[in-house]
């Protein structure tokens, strides 16, 4: 781990060393840098990944207010100017997605790939609703005291969208857990969160589609969480996506849900991705 630059905020990094493009991994709603344990050991050493705390999550700073894809966008900004990196891919997952995508319309020319897991697609308030329902089990967590971090821990493996557990997740949760006298809890404010959700809920993807310059990976979840129709890409939301953004590609992953398509190995999911990254790396070599 190591602490970088935001826009007025410390920002907690994970790091996976490698010899090739810096990629900037941005997770969701009230996730934590280590969601991408996973896709970020597949990607590395061919790769140098970087994860990020958002603000207000895991080991970043939490301020009392702050908490929009503008305010993430301009810390990473910030981010990227402390590191010394001029171009980055970006991959972003549920919330993170939309940050990605906002990243990359706004400062195209810092944006090499952009890569979309399970996020970024225009909802109808209905559609919202039933995903917000879904990841209920996820935000309830918040604000509540347990007495020990197995206690914690058996409390999130009751979720049935996060079955079949993986170790991973222990390694995620024990990220955001904190000790305290009364037992242990997340270190997330629900405050936070619901600041996050309101702008969320404002927030217009559409319009940026047609700003995305670089080439962009869409990855899709068509599982539900709690129930068969709360996904993030409902089809119709994914074909307009895929029409819209520039060149972009698809890539399904089948059994998959919200969570899963993250914290679950897939060989399918690593493998498209390093494909992608590859052929875009490529093309800029022959376009020199």
């Known amino acids: ?127 919202a609703a039933r995903v917000f329902a879904g990841i209920k089990p996820s935000l309830d967590r918040l604000g509540q005291v347990f007495p020990t971090f197995e206690a914690y821990i058996d409390n999130m493996k009751k979720a049935p969208f996060l079955q079949p557990w993986s170790p991973l997740m222990d390694a995620y949760f024990r990220h955001e857990a904190e000790m305290f006298p009364g037992g242990v809890r997340s270190r997330i404010q629900p405050a936070h969160i619901q600041e996050e959700a309101s702008n969320l809920n404002r927030f217009e993807a559409e319009p940026l589609y047609r700003q995305i310059q670089c080439p962009a990976l869409i990855l899709r979840a068509p599982e539900g969480m709690l129930a068969k129709d709360d996904i993030l890409l409902p089809e119709e939301v994914m074909d307009k996506m895929i029409r819209k953004i520039p060149g972009a590609k698809r890539l399904d992953l089948p059994g998959t849900n919200h ?30």
């Open 1 to 127: 781990m190591r602490k970088g630059k935001g826009d007025g905020v410390e920002i907690n990094l994970a790091v996976w060393e490698g010899e090739g493009n810096d990629i900037l991994c941005i997770h969701g709603l009230t996730a934590n840098c280590r969601c991408w344990d996973g896709i970020a050991s597949s990607l590395s050493p061919l790769h140098r990944v970087w994860a990020m705390d958002l603000r207000g999550r895991g080991f970043s700073e939490k301020p009392s207010s702050g908490y929009s894809i503008d305010h993430h966008c301009r810390d990473i900004r910030a981010l990227l100017g402390h590191l010394g990196i001029k171009r980055i891919a970006l991959m972003g997952h549920s919330l993170g997605a939309y940050i990605a995508l906002a990243y990359a319309a706004k400062y195209p020319e810092q944006v090499g790939n952009l890569i979309l897991i399970d996020g970024g697609g225009k909802l109808s308030p209905e559609q």
């Open 259 to 288: 969570f899963s398509i993250l914290f679950a190995p897939s060989a399918a999911r690593d493998e498209g991705i390093r494909k992608f990254l590859k052929k875009s790396i490529d093309n800029i070599r022959r376009e020199k």
